[in-house]
């Protein structure tokens, strides 16, 4: 165990002292730039289910890996992946390098590994056992490996696709990787020295050829004995293998690792450099710059040299020089991370909101994505809340999309497809109910699903689904005002009120009803439906969902009996107990971690309920309960992010929380005021503006708000206008230790 126990000691090391890591880029050697915060290790080892994985790319890029290993704290990592084609997926195609006897050969080899140091732009590691140093470096849609060998034996590459084709041409090796339905990863790798024979691995033996094909294809490369260093060079595409030789020749051809290094870090620099903080701890910017840094994972822009391939209807287009962006788990994304998108990356959300305009006309039906990914729309998760990043950057002046499309797109997917969750089917019996009642009918526990829409797994969800599908609507109706749809904005707006037929009076809850109109009896907020509670929630219990009417809070609060109801209510959503242990909790409500009381910090459903409070005139709890948060849930360790993260959508929460302000309501264009954790943030905005936050003595005792001005006029309100914002300017808030109880309350 000695030695297993020093490598673990070894790589926390390398881990804890990210801090010594210094950017390429850097003009100042003592001076760190945004990048240099960045850990991307934050968070490897998880709560509960998925960890977050240290992801090496450039913003938004097409190419993404990061070492495939089972978890952190494996001991082994499995080949060198050369792309990650969808967030948490595994490499399409992986290198792995060898020395020693030909017979030990694999097409996928693990390793045993040491020194490990990665950074958003870098990676290197040895592969201690094989004595082999490796250093990658990458661009957009390419990368290089730099390979030192210290064997005085034969060396070998072998690259292999888990299902595809590989060929060598005599300079490079070319193929495919099948990774869904109707789409394929290529590539064109070209190592810098020609290898004495080429040959393919059958029953783990050599046998000399230029292709290979089929479920683990691989071709080895051989070199002699004495080979000390070897570079290779590698293009990504998803048209064909001559589009990633014309990326590996435009991004990669002519530079070393240490200049894809210098060029990657500057690159990073500008993204994260929009926003500026001062102060706080190096924990606290790490915090942020490493929360800042997941936002730019996805969606990923896959046009390669003017052209892209569509999943969504299996041909290759011409992007019209406009990038073309997929990947994005919306149901996650839009309540922080498009926000984040319209506040500092505008272009960048028009150019994605574009996108989903065209994936809706090219797929079978005119339907808006919920999840689309490189290989399609998964359609997963519950609603279609894709709905409300349309109307929120539409209201926040973003107008490069057509928005006529958009709505008729949003419509289909909410009033054409199925409700019921994880479906891409036509809608049925269950639509037609809701459309008529108001809501989705629930079954009695042991009452048989006859439905064919409802996923067996993932169940209806009908609280879920009809509080989130009146956001929806709510979202339809305001694009319907935008466009002058008078009778479609009269309709979606009452069908916005829905929530309210499944409300109970006598517990203050939303509570599912059977298709009688009854309420389902008996009941348990925290422990009814099952795993996940998904027969009448989904993922998080009825505790959660009863804050999940984000587009009409005051109504909300007078359902609850008012402020003073509606605060208690709340403040019970802190400090109710789990019910049971926490293995018993868990064992049922695996998304529900991160838990204060019964608060979830660690699901998407709960961001936007610790800010409730300045909605019903105690702002001060709002600055208390965040401030809780940000410093317990998410901090600068292995262990620092309290559920899945869903590249971007748990941490642009973090980002617009640690600012000061949170985007509560997609499509209103506010925020409301948190508690600001830096004495001074700049954020610069696209149209050349800058809006600065400032908060004088603000520290880990200094989170309340004392008085507030906006460009030097009292402020007096706990939120404040995207357009203020968008116009430039400054906010300063004065902080102190202990709440001033009358600020923010009109």
Known sequence: MIPILKKVLLISVAVFSFSSVKSEGTTNENAKQPVDFVNPYMGNISHLLVPTFPTIHLPNSLLRVYPERGDYTNIEIHALPLVVTSHRGSSAFRLSPFQGNEKQLRPVISYSYDQEKLTPYSYSVYLDEQQIQVDFGLSHQSAAYELQFEKDAPAFLILSSGNGNLTWDGKGLSGYQTIGSNTKAYVYLVPDEVPQKVSKLNDRKLEEAT??????????????????????????????SKQAEANMEREVSGKSVAELHKIGSNVWNDALGKIKIEGGTDDEQTVFYTSLYRCFERPVCISEGGRYYSAFDGKVHNDNGRPFYTDDWIWDSYRAHHPLNVLIDSKKEEDILNSFVLMSEQMDHFWWPTFPEITGDSRRMNSNHGVASVIDAYRKGLKNFDLEKAYLACKGAITEKTLAPWSGRPAGELDAFYKEHGYIPALHEGEKETVPEVNSGEKRQPVAVTLGTSYDEWCLSQIAEELGKKDDAAYFKQASYNYCNLFNEKTKFFHPKDKGGEFIEPFDYKFSGGMGARDYYGENNGWTYRWDVQHNIPDLINMMGGDDKFVEALDRTFTESLGRSKYGFYAQLPDQTGNVGQFTMANEPSLHIPYLYNYAGQPWKTQKSVRKLLKEWFRNDLMGIPGDEDGGGMSAFVVFSAMGFYPVTPGIPEYSIGSPMFKHVSVSLENGKTFEIEAE??????????????????????????????????????????????????
């Not at 479920?215 to 004495?226: F, H, I, K, Q, T």
């Open 211 to 240: 292709n290979a094909e089929g479920r683990n294809a691989c071709l080895v490369l051989s070199y002699p004995a004495g080979t000390k260093k070897l570079g290779v060079k590698y293009g990504i595409s998803f048209i064909d």
């Open 697 to 746: 003595n603000a520290s880990d005792e200094n989170k309340y708000i004392q008085s507030a001005t906006l460009n030097g006029k009292e402020l007096n309100t706990p939120w404040i206008s995207h357009k203020v914002i968008e116009n430039g300017g400054k906010l300063v808030f004065e902080m102190g230790s202990k709440a001033n109880r009358f600020w923010g309350v009109e």
